[in-house]
């Protein structure tokens, strides 16, 4: 089994970096989707159905990755790193039950999402369920240092969730603005997997504190990669609903972009799209071949934060977990040229 066969990201660099970043870790994440799978087990008879449902889609497993390989570059994967990738791809797994809800989404990972299939409030209930799980998981490390670094990447996720939705629709959102939003909701958990890769191999403050910074902004990339994807992607190829961004008012880095360079009066045309939640309009300005280039722009920060993310690693010693850690911002870049096109 590959975990990384039917994901799609590897359908977008198939044969290329990310399947071999992948392949370097394989029996790792062999046992990480064993595990993973093994959690609804651990739930009342009653509701592991759902919890089964909700995690059976095959992701891209991106957070267990950079755990896995974190603990390679400082030290060696033991099986406490394992433990750890689970737990981190369970709180983003209930983080995205959560994001179907608020978006309306009806596809995720190529089948009908929790919310489509069973309604909201029982979607909420279960997502709450997957994030006490991971939690519960975590106070199972004798360091309980891992716990709380757990429990607060849990805690910085929901905070900018929180913050991005309250500021939907906020025309005057600015890019720092958006930089710290991404850097709490999809950043903070791939720090935390990334840091604690090191921690629990008792390894120095600077390694540490080297891989957590290599996480999160290799996590902001990502994000910046997700919210490009949701304009530019297709819904066939990716296996779930597009467009939500746009459609719920969250002011992305290319929507961002685009009013930064509209001329005033070009700038009102796009706002009032905006507010009036004319998505089609914005996704036209957006993908078409204009001189505002905000797609190609959000591409270009995207590949910035790969770099930064990869400058981090020159601290480490070479070894080929390091050298993995590189290659997977090199696939993210790949990932993010696809809508240079």
């Known amino acids: 089994m590959e975990v990384f066969a039917n994901s799609p990201a590897a359908s977008t660099s198939r044969g290329g970096v990310l399947a071999q970043v992948a392949l370097g870790v394989q029996k790792e994440l062999e046992e990480v989707e064993s595990r993973i799978i093994q959690q609804a087990t651990a739930f009342d008879p009653a509701i592991e159905g759902y919890v089964t449902y909700a995690i059976g889609g095959r992701g891209k497993r991106l957070r267990p990755l950079v755990a896995l390989l974190s603990g390679g570059a400082s030290g060696g994967i033991t099986s406490g790193h394992v433990n750890l990738a689970v737990i981190v791809e369970l709180i983003h797994i209930a983080t995205l039950v959560h994001d ?9 990972r190529a089948q009908p999402t929790v919310n489509a299939r069973w309604g909201n409030s029982l979607s909420v209930l279960l997502g709450d369920c997957l994030f006490a799980q991971a939690l519960n998981l975590s106070t199972d490390f ?3 240092q891992i716990s709380r670094v757990i429990a607060r990447a849990a805690r910085e996720v929901c905070s900018g969730e929180i913050i991005q939705t309250q500021r939907r629709f906020d025309l005057h959102l600015g890019i720092d603005d958006y930089q710290r939003i991404i850097e709490m909701k999809t950043g903070s958990l791939f720090a935390a ?6 921690v629990l ?3 120095d403050a600077e390694t540490t504190r080297t891989l957590k910074d290599f996480g999160r902004k290799i996590g902001a990339a990502y994000q910046i990669y997700d919210d490009c994807l949701d304009i530019a992607g297709s819904e066939t190829d990716i296996g779930k609903t597009l467009g ?3 459609r719920k008012g969250k002011m992305t880095l290319p929507i961002l972009m685009l009013l930064g360079s509209a001329p005033p009066g070009e700038r009102e045309r796009y706002c009032e ?7 089609t309009g914005i996704t036209e300005l957006l993908t078409m071949d204009a001189p505002n280039g905000a797609l190609k722009g959000s591409v270009d920060a995207g590949e910035e934060s790969v ?10 010693p070479s070894n080929r977990y390091t050298d993995s850690l590189f290659q997977l911002g090199e696939a ?3 990932m993010l040229d696809q809508f240079r096109a």
């Open 100 to 108: 179907d809800i608020m978006d309306e989404a009806e596809r995720r």
């Open 142 to 144: 004798d360091n309980a």
């Open 332 to 334: 993210l870049r790949e």
């Open 201 to 203: 191999n008792g390894a």
């Open 193 to 198: 997997a990334a840091e604690l890769g090191a």
């Open 244 to 246: 939500t961004d746009l």
């Open 307 to 316: 770099r930064d993310a990869q400058s981090e690693l020159d601290a480490l």
């Open 273 to 279: 799209l905006i507010l009036d939640e004319k998505s």
